[in-house]
């Protein structure tokens, strides 16, 4: 089974970049579904964007055109760029896996076995 450890949060200025990385061990991801979901206090767990085994990407509506998940396969990590941040982009961000190509239902976190602790990201006006 994967290990995924997310980092790079932090508190940021509206405009601002961040840029998330979620290392994966135990297991290359290379074989897996992965996806960030975030999480704002008192919402339900959101997706975000999602990459399959074959690195196509899929992005939720909303996150179109500011945010880029990527990864590298050789060092077993998944990123996430978030540019032009804004205040309502402030949650906790979480990565997930599943050793199965992505399904149709991408942003659904009961499908994903494997969760990172989470980061969170703050963005101020």
């Known amino acids: 089974q994967v290990q995924l450890a997310e980092s790079g949060g932090g508190s940021v200025q509206a405009g601002e970049s961040v840029r998330l990385s979620c290392a994966a061990s135990?297991?290359?991801?290379?074989?897996?579904?992965m996806a960030w979901f975030r999480q704002a206090p008192g919402k339900e767990r959101e997706g975000v964007a999602g990459?399959?085994?074959?690195?196509?990407?899929r992005y939720a509506d909303s996150m179109k055109g500011r945010f880029t998940a990527s990864k590298d396969n050789t060092k077993n990590t998944l990123y996430l760029q978030m540019n032009s941040l804004k205040p309502e982009d402030t949650a906790m961000y979480y990565c997930?896996?599943?050793?199965?190509?992505?399904?149709?239902?991408?942003?659904?976190?009961?499908?994903?076995?494997?969760w990172g602790q989470g980061t969170q990201v703050t963005v101020s006006s």
């Open positions: 997930a896996a599943e050793a199965l190509s992505c399904p149709g239902l991408l942003y659904d976190a009961t499908w994903y076995t494997y």
């Open positions: 135990g297991h290359t991801i290379n074989t897996y579904c």
């Open positions: 990459i399959d085994r074959d690195g196509s990407t």
